[in-house]
């Protein structure tokens, strides 16, 4: 893992653009940014609403169908140009791409705004449980601190960490933060798994999980679902992975990174799982992750490790932890999609760049540590909207509009193991991904459109 020269001589690129230190570096941080609230708050309650198992199943379908094609988009984008979004659509695309590189920034804003106040209550729960331990109600409790004075502090907290990393830069921030947190939070989620196998009563949780009623494929909502749970368990959509590739030098196989980027996240939002689902079966507590409020995860699983006496005190610290873990990872990555952009574009200095904005997020975040309603209505819009409309506009800049042949990046530095794979990857960016996109999207524009009206009828 030796540092490698810190600058790149790319047309478009910046003349001394950082690179991350190391290939694993790069994959740590990308698999940071993937893992996440997505993997474990997000994951459980999507999949317990799309009737569990079949739910992991589409998920499964399209991660490999959509996923990991479009992570190849913005892979080959990000190396290439050694830009950040805007900067990369306008020198392989032209100008009239630019605005997609502003729906990057702007679904980069807005998660990041509502992200950082889910992470607030994990923060706060990884210290209460350290301190005080699981509240008596964790209904009562949950509606108490998710939103109000508390929340906005817990939620400024966890920004100003977040503009701390971003700040000190790619290798001595992000890449340092992504290389001790990530095995971290792996450890804490596999051995959380180990100890849910053995609590009594897990079975009726893997019978939810694992066994799938396959009439819940064909639903609309499930389907769509699937797909924006796709996009954003592996942080795509929105550029944040075109961003660290941009950051990567040339020798790296990029299809392979997208395969292990791809296959940790998806293990760890399985384990995570293998956590949630027995945990919260074997107490009985299945009717609150149901209710698909974006509380599902803070109220049940605290209930559970508070029946389960001092160890499950021991275990909620952990896995708290290791959801802060992660909701760091991915803010990192969040904020530096914007961060990034007004670097390349404004040529402002890093700390400038991501305390100004880092700054104006927290603020707009404020709204959802006010209204949890209005958290979930933020979330469906950027959080799942945009991210398909970011989707559907990279896989056309790709395969069809950009100067560049997208299989000519994808093959450098590719090993033969994967190199055979570049033909059907180019295929489906072209003729598979729009179309399939292109119809999630019309979904989602109705679904969106139906929680803005009912939001502003007021519930
Ligand atoms: N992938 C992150 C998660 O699963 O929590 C969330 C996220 C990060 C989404 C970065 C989008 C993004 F660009």
């Known amino acids: 893992m030796t540092p490698s020269a810190s600058s790149s001589s790319d047309p478009g690129g910046t003349p001394a653009r950082e690179l991350f230190g190391s290939k694993w570096g790069f994959v740590l941080a990308a698999v940071g940014s993937a893992v996440g609230l997505g993997n474990m708050w997000r994951f459980s ?102 939103a109000g004075g508390t929340a906005i502090m817990w939620h400024l907290i966890f920004m100003v960490l977040t503009i701390g990393i971003v700040m000190i830069g790619v290798q001595k921030g992000i890449e340092k933060a992504a290389t001790i947190l990530m095995p971290t939070l792996a450890l804490i989620v596999v051995g959380l798994a180990v100890w849910a196998f053995t609590l009594p009563g897990a079975g009726a949780g893997y019978a939810f999980y694992l066994q799938p009623d396959f009439g819940d494929l064909f639903d609309r909502t499930t389907i769509r679902q699937a797909v924006a749970q796709a996009f954003f368990s592996l942080s795509l959509g929105m550029g944040a992975m075109l961003t660290f590739a941009s950051y990567l030098s040339r020798d790296t196989d990029l299809n392979q990174e997208a395969a292990t980027i791809s296959f940790a996240d998806f293990f760890v939002a399985f384990a995570a799982g293998l956590v949630v689902f027995p945990v919260i079966f074997a107490l009985g507590l299945q009717d609150s992750v149901t209710a698909s409020t974006v509380g599902a995860l803070f109220i049940s699983l605290p209930g559970a490790f508070l029946e389960m006496g001092g160890a499950g005190r021991l275990v909620g610290f952990l896995f708290f932890l290791a959801l802060a873990v992660g909701a760091l990872t991915s803010a990192i990555s969040l904020l530096e999609v914007v961060t990034a952009s007004i670097i390349d574009e404004l040529g402002m200095t890093r700390a400038r760049a991501a305390i100004g904005v880092g700054i104006l997020i927290a603020a707009v975040g404020i709204l959802s540590a006010l209204s949890t309603d209005l958290l979930g209505l933020i979330d469906q819009i950027a959080g799942d909207l945009f991210l398909v409309m970011g989707a559907l506009g990279m896989s056309i800049f790709v395969g069809w509009a950009m100067k560049d042949d997208p299989s000519a990046e994808l093959r450098r530095g590719a090993g033969p193991t994967f190199a055979r794979f570049i033909p059907g990857v180019v295929f489906l960016i072209r003729f598979v991904l729009p179309p399939v996109i292109g119809i999630v999207l019309i979904f989602s524009i109705q679904d969106a459109w139906g929680a803005i009206t009912s939001f502003l009828a007021g519930g």
């Open 45 to 146: 309650y999507v999949a317990a609403e799309g009737g569990g198992a079949a739910f992991v199943f589409l998920y499964i379908i399209m991660i490999g169908l959509l996923g990991i094609p479009l992570m190849l988009c913005e892979l080959t984008v990000g190396r290439r140009t050694h830009l950040s979004p805007i900067g990369a659509l306008r020198a392989l695309g032209g100008k009239g791409w630019v605005p997609l590189g502003f729906l990057f920034v702007t679904a980069g804003f807005l998660i990041l705004s509502y992200y950082s106040v889910i992470a607030g209550w994990t923060l706060r729960y990884t210290v209460e449980a350290a301190t005080v331990g699981f509240a008596a109600d964790p209904g009562a409790h949950f509606g108490e601190i998710a």
